[in-house]
């Protein structure tokens, strides 16, 4: 995490420089259309529904019952770690000798963090996290759900066929894998639904970071949970039955020398960042 509050501050300052100097970006951006046209064209029973996972601080986090964003916001009415409530949304539950499974509170994960809007001098400056991956998929002509469910995109009578697996990080993979087998069976299900097949279907997914550690889990073990001897699950390879094709970006497969950095130094504070 150490390295993601570093790159959000150089952005940020970054970001600030631009906004008050009134400069525009100069630089060019691929031709999705050209580039993804021809795969939109192919037939709906033939294209493989898509599930797209962010990394860690990737996923947006509310509060249960007061719906108030804990993670994802940083303006506004979010949970600020400044203050006792914001604080304690924020963290972890937490109890010496109980294990992880019975600690619980009511923060949920509330889909992929697509944009990070932070005020700079009063300045509002947005930063891009998981929209480009979003915008190259809807341009290839997948639909994702939950910007069709949100009204930000009108699909008229089209099902959809891009879906954002969303996961509370502060918690294990082994856990979140489970959730994501029961994601996966979710989105078969609608598939077969609205494209009238009765096989289901393989699907892609397309994961960032700590969401290839989640989908190489569940590869390899399905929903199985982590035994309480800290053994790992027989290897099933049960979620590998039900991929086409896993594509990581930036997935720690060999560990991360930044978290055990963290753990040993902390976090250094970073301008203009809430300090977590």
Same mark, same amino acid.
């Given at each position: 995490m150490?390295?993601f509050?570093?790159?959000?501050?150089?952005?940020?300052?970054?970001?600030?420089?631009?906004?008050l100097?009134?400069?525009?970006?100069g630089?060019?951006? $691929?031709?999705?259309?050209?580039?993804?046209s021809?795969a939109?064209?192919?037939?709906?029973?033939?294209?493989?529904?898509?599930i797209?996972?962010?990394g860690?601080l990737?996923?947006?986090?509310i509060?249960?019952?007061?719906?108030?964003?804990?993670?994802?916001?940083?303006?506004?009415d979010?949970?600020?770690p400044?203050?006792a409530?914001?604080?304690?949304l924020?963290?972890?539950?937490m109890?010496?000798g109980?294990p992880?499974r019975?600690?619980?509170d009511e923060?949920?994960?509330d889909?992929? #963090?697509?944009?990070?809007?932070v005020p700079?001098?009063?300045?509002?400056v947005? #930063?891009?996290?998981?929209v480009d991956?979003?915008l190259?998929?809807?341009?290839?002509g997948?639909?994702d759900q #939950?910007?069709?469910?949100?009204? $930000?995109?009108?699909?008229g009578?089209e099902?959809?066929?891009c879906?954002?697996?969303?996961y509370?990080?502060?918690r294990d993979?082994?856990?979140?894998?489970?959730?994501?087998?029961?994601?996966?069976?979710?989105?078969?299900?609608?598939h077969?639904s609205?494209?009238?097949?009765?096989?289901p279907?393989?699907?892609?997914i397309?994961?960032?970071?700590?969401g290839?550690?989640?989908?190489r889990?569940?590869?390899?073990?399905g929903?199985?949970?982590?035994?309480a001897d800290?053994?790992?699950?027989?290897?099933?390879w049960?979620?590998?039955?039900?991929?086409?094709? #896993?594509?990581?970006?930036?997935?720690?497969?060999g560990g991360?020398?930044?978290a055990?950095l963290?753990l040993?130094r902390?976090?250094?504070p970073i301008?203009?960042?809430?300090?977590y």
């Open positions: 150490s390295s509050y570093r790159t959000l501050g150089l952005l940020l300052l970054a970001a600030a420089s631009l906004a100097a009134g400069c525009a970006s630089s060019k951006r $691929a031709d999705l259309r050209a580039l993804y021809q939109a064209q192919q037939p709906e029973s033939e294209r493989a529904p898509v797209v996972i962010p860690i990737g996923s947006k986090l509060d249960g019952p007061s719906g108030q964003a804990v993670w994802g916001a940083f303006s506004g979010f949970a600020n400044g203050s409530e914001g604080l304690r924020v963290a972890h539950p109890g010496e109980t992880l019975d600690l619980r923060v949920l994960p889909g992929a #963090l697509d944009r990070v809007s700079v001098f009063g300045v509002p947005e #930063l891009r996290a998981y991956i979003l190259t998929l809807g341009v290839g997948y639909r #939950l910007l069709g469910q949100s009204g $930000a995109v009108d699909y009578t099902h959809y066929t879906f954002q697996f969303s509370d990080w502060r993979v082994a856990e979140s894998a489970a959730k994501l087998a029961t994601f996966v069976e979710d989105a078969q299900r609608l077969m609205n494209t009238g097949t009765t096989t279907p393989r699907v892609d397309v994961a960032h970071s700590m290839g550690m989640v989908a889990y569940y590869l390899r073990y929903a199985a949970p982590l035994p800290g053994s790992l699950p027989p290897l099933t049960a979620g590998a039955d039900q991929v086409e094709h #896993l594509i990581m970006v930036g997935t720690p497969n991360s020398v930044h055990f963290q040993l902390g976090t250094p301008p203009f960042v809430p300090d």
